[in-house]
């Protein structure tokens, strides 16, 4: 993924990704930082703003973890993808 951004620098779903492999091995930072980075290259990456908020949820942060599945949500369900909808939707409850 490291590879793929050095290629292009503006790829929010290589951040998305490399956001996402961050936080499996324990870099929640870095995961954050990564998903806001996809968010500023592409404002309407549904995955980023989904990711970033479960993390902040967990880390207690749930005001802005909540905030971010909101936005999640809404453009998951403007780009007709339901089911991560649906999914956001369960999140939104387990942190509230």
């Known amino acids: 993924m490291n590879q793929a951004l050095k ?3 503006q790829d929010a779903t290589a951040y998305n990704n490399r ?3 961050r936080y ?3 870099d929640k930072q870095g995961a954050i930082e990564d998903f806001n980075q996809a968010i500023e ?7 980023a703003y989904k990711n970033r908020g479960n993390i902040r ?24 993808n339901n089911e991560s909808y649906k999914k956001t939707l369960e999140l939104i409850l387990k942190y509230q």
């Open 24 to 26: 499996l091995s324990g």
């Open 41 to 47: 290259i592409n404002p309407n990456n549904a995955n």
């Open 57 to 80: 949820a967990e880390s207690g942060d749930k005001n802005g973890g909540i905030q971010d599945l909101q936005k999640a949500a809404e453009l998951f369900q403007r780009q007709g």
């Open 7 to 9: 290629i292009n620098p």
């Open 19 to 21: 956001g996402a492999a």
